[in-house]
């Protein structure tokens, strides 16, 4: 199987993502579609076996997730309440945020040591479930 061929068949792949229900789909496969004509020249290194065993579904879907989660951080970033920081032991550095009952939330984001920072690992290590109810939860701060 050429190259071509193998392009064929991912962007067949693609085509099958379902796109009901999905952040931003649509966009997400069109990412990926330029990214692998832009790389067809790595194709030829890569088996059909290899290509067939691939789920590029779960790419897409991940791709999905993962820019579902980034859309949050602007307002997670006005739920903030303080990044506290310890000087001589960074590895207790903690991201607060206060929830509508007035309860201190805490996030122990270490080695962090400005705000944006913290929100951004906040979102890589927590699941769009957690990030959702983080929203909906916490009050506006800012």
Do not use: W
Not at 22 to 44: Q, R, T
Not at 73 to 100: G, Q, S
């Amino acid at each position: 199987m050429n190259t071509t061929e193998k392009l064929n068949y991912i962007l067949k792949e693609l085509k099958t993502v379902p796109i009901e229900n999905i952040y931003k789909a649509k966009e997400c496969i069109k990412e990926k579609e330029g990214f692998y004509i832009g790389s067809i020249d790595k194709l030829e290194k890569i088996s059909l076996d290899q290509l067939k065993k691939y789920s590029f579904v779960s790419e897409v879907l991940n791709l999905s997730e993962l820019k579902e989660k980034l859309s949050y951080t602007k307002k997670i970033l006005n739920r903030v309440y303080r990044l506290e920081c310890h000087k001589y032991a960074p590895e207790l550095n903690k991201l607060n945020f206060i929830d509508k009952s007035n309860s201190l939330i805490e996030f122990k984001v270490q080695r962090v040591i400005n705000i944006t920072d913290a929100v951004s690992l906040f979102i890589k290590l927590s699941s769009l479930k957690q990030i959702k109810d983080l929203v909906r939860t916490c009050k506006v701060i800012k």
